[in-house]
């Protein structure tokens, strides 16, 4: 089992940037995949981006890549987010995953989920 407890959220204005942590722990947790996943107001959890512990390989959903990087931190045990040129359509509870396949895009690739950060962007 692996925990996860993200933070950082807050709120911003747009074209502003927001650095987002996701503390790590448990078992042979650096064997995993990690992912970060929002969920906007009415809407459905949506991938965001994810990156392998083991070798560093990440991957984005188009509507963040550019603007936010994913990367981990092997002394700190933490995942971040950086996320650059945010937009109002940003706004949503983060979340932070781990699952055994990397980059995957659907929910069901994880099985261990954080409690979720919010963030808010002001146009």
């Known amino acids: 089992q692996v925990q996860l407890v993200e933070s950082g959220g807050g709120l911003v204005q747009a074209g502003a940037s927001l650095r987002l942590s996701c503390a790590v722990s448990?078992?042979?947790?650096?064997?995993?995949?990690m992912g970060w996943f929002r969920q906007a107001p009415g809407k459905d959890r949506e991938f965001v981006a994810a990156?392998?512990?083991?070798?560093?390989?990440?991957c984005y959903d188009d509507s963040v890549k550019g603007r936010f990087t994913i990367s981990r931190d092997n002394a700190k045990n933490t995942v971040s987010l950086q996320m650059n040129s945010l937009k109002a359509e940003d706004t949503a509870v983060y979340y932070c995953?781990?699952?055994?396949?990397?980059?995957?895009?659907?929910?069901?690739?994880?099985?261990?989920w954080g409690q979720g950060t919010q963030v808010t962007v002001s146009s």
């Open positions: 990156v392998k512990w083991s070798v560093g390989n990440t």
């Open positions: 448990g078992r042979s947790f650096r064997s995993y995949a």
């Open positions: 995953a781990a699952g055994l396949t990397y980059c995957s895009r659907s929910q069901t690739g994880y099985n261990n």
